[in-house]
């Protein structure tokens, strides 16, 4: 049995990335309409993708680093390490 992976071909996936991140032309968007109704495994595929797409991401935020790279500084400060 082939990997799901190897079932489409990178254009397709190069299409399905377009559309995550709203770099699609209405071409693009029509095309992969197309692709995903007359296919239920890709259609599945795609909905997996979209909702991972969707998740917030997994790590600290940029502000969260920030915040804890000035404590960190002003904790050296404050120990005359820095």
């Known amino acids: 049995m082939k990997l799901i992976a190897e079932l489409y071909s990178t254009e397709v996936y190069a299409l399905i990335s377009r559309c995550l991140l709203q ?6 968007q029509a ?6 109704d007359a296919d239920m495994v890709l ?6 993708l979209k909702q991972i797409h969707a998740r917030p ?7 969260q680093i920030d915040q804890k790279f000035n404590r960190l500084t ?7 390490l820095l």
Request: a negative charge.
């Open 57 to 63: 991401p997994q790590g600290p935020s940029d502000e």
């Open 43 to 48: 259609k599945e595929q795609f909905e997996q």
């Open 74 to 80: 002003r904790r050296l400060e404050d120990e005359g």
């Open 23 to 28: 770099e699609a032309s209405p071409q693009d």
């Open 31 to 36: 095309s992969l309409k197309e692709l995903l």
